[in-house]
């Protein structure tokens, strides 16, 4: 049948008619579903069918009434919910084979398919007829006590339905010895579950891959239960042996057997440890021993435990449970797909840590570009909305706007696609492989973005959390580096693009409103000043008085609204870009050959005479003064007249000394005159009122005209300069998605430090006063394509420190509310983060009002693999140089400013010895220079920052750094023991293979590290870069082989020779 069924594994003779007819057969009680869920063998890709449960077995039909197109027999088999979606479900088998995810469509639906999927179960029913079977004996030899003490036991369990008291246990460790399995098994896993006997339900616990012990024979890992997780003495725990093939094969695991044992038993036996026989699956035969032992931390029975009962290896298991405030919504809104591994160390005190590591994607990949993508929509939207209303424009200016237009139209048109694109991935999409990292519909999303979190918990402390994000690093690899990087480019631009003025969008925005207040304004006083003739012939003096306050008005709002000094400067602006540009021209994107000296609306120059070239004439700065100040001169002018002719007492404060006696003599004159020439005619009037009205008018159109050529440019020249300004819309487009990617991981990292220093008030004075600090850690080289890498991330990085956080308060706890979102425009993007509301409450009161938080981004670069010794050796390596001085300085003026706002903050004053140290690695010219990292880091964490490394890929380098960081870490500050040192981290980076197997970091296929052979794993590069003082004892690997340096060699002396006898001939 089609998907290879189970039926055909077991070899039934059945046909599809004879299925058809038993799926459409009525089943009694719990045991018959029917709905349409999402199907399918993998998480991501599920296909909608209509699925029907009867009895034990689950029909999978294409559609309703349709096809059948898959058979499920529910034996041997656990039915879970996914604990990062309410809404999904997953069948999974103990033959191995891959499991089966069913997605419903509501919540309560999925609850419904849960539970009724568990009862067909067959292993459900039988643990049910024994348990039933055991409580009729146990009922018919005590009837009266066992009542009474299933009542208090109900009471106590919250109506488990057990028989006996439900005790919590205390955090358990155990370890678990495989003894006499198929000795040919090269590599042995085994599956811990645990088996709730009063709600007959099964949980896994972990699955893991098992160490061999002193004999070949014997298998040795450890299991822990942290304290939160729910087990009880009444639990059994189940153990089923797999034999696994190489990493590196797809061969499914096979069945060697399985056995259980009770929590009770164990906590009850006088000895430290049980056994119990290892058995095929139809529990006949005996294939092994299983000896299980518990250990106990220091304290838990205020005695140590014995020595020979504690075991030295590493606990190696993968974890699901986690503490009440680590699933908080908060963190699922942040994390998902969590991933934990436990270890237990040793200390130098022979002491125990209990290290737990977390490696968690999150949901931010996606979200965060989505967002970033519609604002930037919006935004050029807004941008090509702005310049059509410019109106009519000279051919230059025309020329321009086209430029924009098309510009922005392109942009629009590509982020629409790549946006539908991402919607219709699957809402549960969190995470982009490497493999995928030059897809162009995810040219935004981060690579391998990863939040690695270690907690350690020792005896005289409880958890401590470091935290590093790990992504690829923020790079364009779909537009490639053929011709390098984002710093090249635009250094390439800047150096033969015109010269732009750049205007805030803050500018701009007072440009279009005093263009709309100009439009408005204009007709006004132009109206006013015709009427103020029309009712000069009626010879009303208070109709006249009326009018002229009317124009006085309006005139002095127009001039109030004209003395702006943006207008000023952009006519400097356009004054410099003219004598810059005026023996040069543009062919601009709609064909048209213009110079580049800019010129009116109605085609003259924007300042300067006609008949002088513009390239020889100074701009006058006070010739914009004169211009709107000509403009209330005329309007004094004409107050004066009306005055006249109404034969007041002239205002001094509009006159001056001249004038008053002119006007004085005047109105004498006219008091002397006969009566019969007291009142001027009505010609008279307005033949005095013409001239200065006219006047007014000329003054006004030149003020507008000055003033709006002003605006124009400012608005023009904000839509040109952060697009066609920066050079082709594939550069901006590559901008764009480098700043997503960088943009994800800071956030994600810096919710987490939010998280985790809620409770701190020292850490939240911090943000307020200077800010966060983001470190990014770059392990690329300087040779080839990671060139153009390093330099996108540098942009990039750089381009961060205009993003600013602001916290706000969540509507509820659903996850959707807890998602932070994106606000702004490019240069000003706000991210909001929002908090729950008893949380919110008790922040202070200006992270409350909603006062940004600034980022301060510095880049560290190092390049550690064989590409970087050819670049050191051959290359050149001045771009990490420069990264790494620039940064410093950067880093330097942050803890600066904390030490001068903060001085109280603990350990802030040892950073200048630090710092001093960083400094002097800067500038020393040494080959992979890994102390600069180190400091770096620990500059890092004593300020609170975050942490994000990354390479190429964020594979086998990331992994190397995080892995020896950790080890360090916990050696530093946790005491680890030295000699255990290269063990674990042999052991972390050992399982960050298996982590990046299953979370598809890696190639099923094979798996190549740079500097090692194809066959050695990621445990071997503990020697490839360890600073001296931390490298392991064990001898080092060669990045490079050996014959390879000595044809190297022979090629440079052939060189230089054949150099020397060149240039001997040339001078002979």
């Known amino acids: 049948m089609k998907r290879g069924m189970k039926m055909k594994k077991m070899k039934l003779r059945v046909n599809r008619s004879q299925l058809l007819f038993l799926s459409r057969e009525e089943t009694p009680g719990n045991f018959q579903k029917e709905g349409t869920l999402q199907v399918g063998r993998q998480e991501r890709g599920l296909t909608e069918r209509f699925c029907r449960l009867r009895g034990n077995l689950l029909f999978i039909l294409k559609k309703q009434g349709g096809d059948l197109d898959e058979v499920l027999l529910l034996e041997k088999c656990e039915v879970m919910k996914l604990p990062d979606d309410n809404r999904r479900l997953a069948v999974s088998f103990e033959s191995g084979d891959p499991p089966v995810f069913l997605h419903s469509s509501s919540s309560a639906e999925c609850v419904s398919w849960l539970d009724a999927l568990r009862d067909a179960n067959t292993e459900t029913l039988r643990r049910r007829i024994t348990h039933l079977g055991a409580l009729i004996n146990t009922h018919s030899a005590r009837h ?22 439900a005790v919590k246990v205390s955090p358990l460790h155990l370890t678990v010895e495989c003894r006499g399995v198929v000795s040919v098994a090269a590599r042995v896993q085994i599956q811990v579950c645990v088996i709730d006997t009063h ?53 499914p695991r096979s069945f060697l057997g399985f056995t259980s044992f009770s929590i009770g038993d164990l906590l009850r036996s006088k000895e430290p440890h049980i056994s119990v026989s290892l058995r095929t699956m139809d529990g006949v035969n005996e294939v092994g021993e299983v000896k299980v032992s518990r250990l106990q931390m220091e304290g838990e029975n205020g005695h140590k435990t014995p020595p020979e009962h504690k075991c030295p290896a590493l606990c190696d298991s993968l974890h699901s449970s986690v503490h009440d405030k680590e699933n908080s919504p908060m963190m699922r809104a942040v994390l998902c797909a969590q991933v934990c591994k436990l270890y237990r160390f040793q200390t130098e005190d022979q002491r125990w840590l209990l ?51 098309n510009h922005c139209s392109h942009l629009i048109g590509c982020y629409q696609e790549t946006l539908a694109d991402l919607d219709k991935l699957s809402a549960s999409s969190c995470f982009k492989s490497s493999s995928s990292k030059s897809d162009r519909h995810l040219q935004f999303v981060p690579t391998n973005l990863h939040s690695q979190r270690m907690e350690v918990t020792s005896p005289d402390s409880t958890g401590v959390w470091y935290e590093v994000i790990t992504f690829g690093a923020p790079a364009d690899h779909h537009q490639a580096f053929k011709h390098g990087g984002l710093k090249r480019l635009l250094n390439k631009h800047m150096n033969h693009r015109d010269s732009f003025v750049s205007y805030s969008q803050d500018e701009s925005s007072r440009a279009r409103e005093l263009l709309a207040s100009m439009a408005q304004l204009q007709p006004l006083v132009f109206g006013l000043a015709e009427e103020l003739l029309s009712v000069s012939l009626e010879l009303n003096a208070a109709r006249l008085q009326q009018v002229l306050d009317g124009l006085t008005q309006q005139t002095e709002q127009f001039v109030h609204a004209l003395k702006d000094e943006l207008v000023n400067s952009a006519l400097m602006a356009i004054h410099r870009q003219c004598i810059a540009n005026c023996n040069s021209s543009h062919v601009h994107s709609n064909g048209l050959l213009c110079e580049n000296s800019p010129v009116s609306q109605e085609g003259q120059p ?84 013409l001239p200065l009205v006219i006047t007014l008018r000329d003054c006004v159109r030149e003020a507008v005209a000055k003033a709006r050529a002003a605006m124009t440019f400012v608005i023009l020249q904000g839509a040109v300069a952060p697009t066609v300004g920066q050079g082709p819309a594939q550069i901006i487009q590559r901008r764009h998605a480098v700043l997503s990617q ?73 996850l959707d509310d807890l998602l932070p979102t994106l606000s702004g425009t490019w240069g000003s993007f706000v991210v909001k983060v929002p908090l729950p509301p008893e949380t919110f409450r008790l922040l202070p009161r200006e992270l409350k009002e909603g006062r940004l938080i600034r980022v301060h981004p510095v880049l560290f670069n190092i390049g550690i693999n064989q590409q970087q010794s050819l670049a050191e050796r051959f290359g050149d390596s001045s771009l990490q140089e420069r990264v790494n001085q620039q940064s410093c300085e950067r880093l330097k003026t942050y803890c600066n400013a904390l030490r001068d706002r903060l001085p109280e903050t603990a350990g802030i004053q040892s950073l200048s010895d630090l710092l001093s140290s960083l400094d002097r690695c800067v500038e020393v010219r040494k080959r992979k220079n890994v102390e600069v990292l180190w400091i770096a880091a620990m500059v890092c964490r004593k300020v609170n920052g975050i942490r994000l490394t990354s390479c190429k890929s964020a594979k086998d380098r990331t992994a190397m750094s995080v892995t020896l960081e950790q080890c360090v870490l916990l050696r530093e500050r946790h005491t680890l023991g030295r000699q255990h040192f290269s063990t674990a981290l042999d052991c972390m980076r050992r399982s960050r293979l298996s982590w990046g197997q299953i979370l598809g970091c890696y190639a099923q296929t094979g798996l190549t590290v740079s500097g090692l052979e194809p066959g050695d794993g990621p445990s071997d590069l503990q020697g490839s870069w360890l600073p001296v003082c931390l490298a392991p004892k064990a001898p080092r690997r060669h990045l490079y082989p050996v014959a390879f340096l000595l044809v190297t060699s022979h090629l440079l002396v052939l060189w230089l020779i054949l150099s020397l006898v060149i240039l001997l001939a040339k001078y002979q």
Not at 144 to 165: F, M, Q
């Open 144 to 165: 009266t006590h066992t009542a009474a003490h299933c009542t208090r036991s109900l009471e106590n369990d919250g109506g488990s339905g057990g028989v006996e008291t």
């Open 606 to 689: 924007w300042i300067g005479h006609q008949d002088v070239d513009p390239c020889d004439v100074e701009y006058d700065e006070e010739e914009w003064d004169t211009a709107w100040a000509n403009v209330a001169k005329s309007l004094n002018c004409i107050v004066v007249m009306v005055d006249r002719l109404q034969g007041r007492e002239d205002r001094p404060q509009e006159l001056t000394s001249a004038e008053q006696q002119e006007s004085t003599g005047d109105t004498n004159s006219h008091n002397t005159a006969s009566p019969s020439c007291s009142s001027s005619s009505a010609s008279s009037w307005q033949e005095q009122l």
């Open 742 to 814: 960088a943009l994800s991981a800071l956030v994600c990292g810096f919710m987490l430090k939010l998280f985790g220093g809620l409770e701190d008030p020292v850490f939240l004075q911090q943000l307020l006063s200077v800010g966060v600090l983001a470190q990014f850690e770059s392990l690329l080289s300087t040779y080839g394509d990671e060139v153009g890498m390093l330099e996108d991330m540098e942009v990039g990085v750089a381009d961060l420190s205009k993003v600013a956080f602001t916290v706000t308060e969540a509507k509820t706890e659903e």
């Open 355 to 405: 290290v737990r590591e977390q490696l968690s994607e999150t949901p931010l990949s996606f979200s965060l570009p989505k967002q970033l993508l519609s604002a930037l929509i919006r935004e050029h939207t807004n941008r090509v909305q702005d310049v059509k209303e410019l109106g009519d424009l000279s051919p230059h200016w025309d020329g321009l706007r086209h430029d924009v237009i």
């Open 199 to 251: 709600t007959h339900t099964v949980r896994k616990h972990c699955c893991s891959e098992i160490d061999k012990g002193p004999d070949e024979r014997v298998f040795v890992t450890s299991v822990c239960f942290h304290g939160d997780y729910p087990i009880y003495h009444h639990n059994r725990i189940k153990v089923t042996v797999y034999c696994t093939e190489e990493l590196m094969t797809r061969k």
